[in-house]
């Protein structure tokens, strides 16, 4: 049969996106987890905008295949500041860590 090709670049767009999505999930329980739930909404806020700012424009001048960028940009967005804000994390947790151990030395 014949092919469509924006059909098929939407897949494969959005399959790329796909890849990503399993780590939003897995920093959103992190998060919560550790408690850190304001680092969590600075990154669902900030996903937000972007996602918001993207979509009209892509939409207008791209049209399908511009939602379909949006998406891709939004999740590497949010796996990008998941991955910064959990080293943050991380390292907050280590200078816990290394505190409490030399007041136990005392």
Same mark, same amino acid.
């Given at each position: 049969? $014949?092919?469509?090709?924006?059909?098929?670049?939407?897949?494969?767009?959005?399959?790329?996106?796909?890849?990503?999505?399993?780590?939003?999930?897995?920093?959103?329980?992190?998060?919560?987890?550790?408690? $850190?739930?304001? /680092?969590?909404?600075?990154?669902?806020?900030?996903?937000?905008?972007?996602?918001?700012? /993207?979509?009209?424009?892509?939409?207008?001048?791209? $049209?399908?295949?511009?939602?379909?960028?949006?998406?891709?940009?939004?999740?590497?967005?949010?796996?990008? /500041?998941?991955?910064?804000?959990?080293?943050?994390?991380?390292?907050?947790?280590?200078?816990?860590?290394?505190?409490?151990?030399?007041?136990?030395?005392?």
């Amino acid at each position: 049969g $014949e092919k469509n090709f924006t059909v098929v670049n939407i897949l494969m767009i959005i399959s790329i996106s796909i890849l990503t999505s399993p780590l939003g999930t897995f920093f959103t329980q992190m998060f919560i987890i550790k408690k $850190e739930t304001k /680092l969590f909404l600075k990154v669902v806020q900030f996903t937000f905008l972007t996602n918001m700012i /993207l979509v009209f424009p892509m939409i207008y001048f791209f $049209e399908v295949l511009g939602l379909a960028y949006t998406i891709l940009i939004s999740q590497l967005v949010h796996m990008f /500041l998941n991955l910064k804000y959990y080293r943050i994390t991380l390292q907050k947790g280590r200078i816990k860590y290394v505190r409490n151990s030399r007041l136990s030395r005392f």
